[in-house]
């Protein structure tokens, strides 16, 4: 008599993919703007804006379609972060239109360029641009890993291209400063998407020399200082950043890329010394540039007091009417659509988009704004801990970092804190490489999540476990 006994394997339990609870948080973002649409216009021309349902439907479609290739194509991928990106997106949108309506701003145009050119229509073409090169990631990015064989291809691409505003008859110089290249009809800002190219390369590099920038150094009054060779690519990062400043005028870029550095660095080799070092250079950078550098040391005088030059400097009457701004909205705002923000001539199109936040929504609405950009921070932060990298690890920590500091300069510019940087609100203000190079940050985002996020395959069975025949005597 014989007896035949059968073993299988048992699968690993499979992860939620949470899809669902991104398609329930994009309702809630697309129908949150349209409301805000219709305050407005309401607001503005005592009824329901014209453009309304037209503007809900395409909001709506654009960010249903990213869902579905959400859904295909990164199954397991971090839920907050689409929901987060069109949330902001469609009410810079609104804020966009409500500037739009200013008869100030548009008498103003005509008088000085001849005609008045809407800016929202722009970025509702700018965001189906943008959401479309999120998809794109998505489809072509099959795994981040491979962005590291071009490590040092990515530092080579990044250098041409905050290098090209410098460039006699490419580079165009707006209001003092050199960030925009003008190209077939159109204006493209090439830092915006350096920072992201960047930051490939420090991931690379760092996941290599992390070991010598952490082991090998010396111990000098409590802090561990490195050897010499180990900082000549600091001094070297340090060095462009300034020359991006001086040649620029770009204090914005230049805090951004040098700051994202520092941090990816600290984050690497986990010294604190990487922390005070950085600080150190940047404050001497700074001390250095802005007593030398004509249109820095202008945007320093408005920071120090905006008040003192407000009839003779453009900077300081821009600061003094933020700080305005921001001080007339109060606790709760006076309300959408009846703010006098629009004295700021070109708030849609620059940073000062936040000071009608400030303004219209006041206190409440600039911590509601902050809180959202602390999410997508965080949540990129989430998947640079769940990435299981180094690499990985590296580029999400470095992604969140850039998209951290471009708020911090921002928000800090025109509420006073720090000097102008000239960056504009990433989702909110009104401009084509912003909007791009921010939906491509969040794609990238979403891709390392779901490789983060996503099971294992199933160990090879071993002799053990497949079917055995087993033989018993009779």
């Known amino acids: ?41 309401l607001a503005v021309h005592g009824k329901l804006p014209p453009g309304m349902l037209a503007y809900g439907l395409g909001l709506g479609l654009l960010a249903g379609l990213a869902h579905l290739v959400v859904r295909r194509y990164a199954k397991y991928a971090d839920p907050l972060l689409l929901p987060l990106g069109t949330l902001l997106n469609g009410l810079g949108l609104v804020f966009i239109w409500r500037l739009d309506q200013s008869e100030r701003l548009q008498d103003l145009a005509k008088r000085q360029f001849g005609g008045f050119s809407p ?34 291809i990515s530092m080579a691409v990044s250098l041409v291209l905050l290098i090209l505003p410098v460039i006699p008859g490419l ?40 070991d010598a920038l952490a082991l090998a150094s010396r111990r000098f009054m409590g802090l561990y200082l490195p050897r010499g060779r180990d900082l ?21 870029t230049s805090l951004l890329f040098f700051g994202m550095f520092v941090i990816m660095l600290y984050v690497a080799t986990e010294r604190t010394s990487w922390i005070v070092i950085g600080l150190l250079m940047s404050i001497a950078g700074a001390v250095v540039v802005g007593t030398t550098a004509s249109h820095v040391k202008v945007r320093v005088t408005a920071w120090l007091d905006p008040f003192a030059c407000y009839a003779t400097s453009g900077a300081c009457e821009q600061v003094g009417q933020s700080l305005m701004s921001f001080g007339s909205g109060g606790v709760l705002g006076t ?8 004295l700021i001539l070109f708030a849609a199109n620059s940073d000062f988009i936040f000071s009608t936040v400030g303004e219209e929504l006041g206190l409440a609405g600039v911590m509601a704004f902050l809180l959202l950009y602390g999410l997508i921070i965080e949540r990129g932060v989430r998947t ?20 951290a500091i471009q ?7 025109v509420m006073g804190l720090i000097p102008l940087t000239g960056m504009t609100m990433p989702f909110l203000a009104s401009g084509g490489s912003s909007v791009l190079a921010n939906w491509a940050l969040i794609g990238i985002l979403i891709r390392i999540s779901d490789t983060a996020r996503r099971p294992a395959p199933a ?16």
Request: neutral net charge; without cysteine; hydrophobic residues 50%.
């Open 335 to 342: 309300g959408l659509g009846q703010g006098h923000s629009d």
């Open 171 to 210: 580079g165009a110089d707006v209001y003092g400063a050199k960030i925009w290249i003008s190209l077939a009809g159109f204006s493209i800002q090439p830092g915006e998407f350096a920072k992201i190219i960047i930051a490939v390369f420090f991931a690379g590099y760092l996941m290599v020399k992390r």
């Open 407 to 413: 708020v911090f300069v921002v928000a800090g510019g």
């Open 459 to 474: 160990p090879a069975p071993s002799p053990d476990s497949e079917m055995t025949q087993v033989v018993r005597p009779s």
């Open 384 to 403: 640079a801990l769940a990435a299981r990298d180094p690499f990985g690890k590296l580029f999400a920590i470095g992604l969140s970092g850039a998209f």
């Open 119 to 152: 800016s929202a229509p722009n970025q509702m073409f700018y965001t189906a641009v943008g959401l479309a090169l999120f998809a794109g990631v998505l489809l072509l990015l099959k795994d981040h890993r491979t962005l590291q064989r071009f490590t040092y």
């Open 1 to 41: 008599m014989s007896v035949v006994t059968n073993t299988t394997t048992i699968g690993a339990i499979e992860l939620p993919s949470r899809r669902n609870t991104e398609l329930l948080l994009l309702a809630f973002a697309v129908v949150i703007p349209i409301f805000a649409y219709a305050n407005v216009g």
């Open 232 to 252: 000549g690519p600091i001094l070297m990062i340090w060095g462009m950043s300034l020359l991006v400043l001086v040649f620029e005028n770009d204090l914005g």
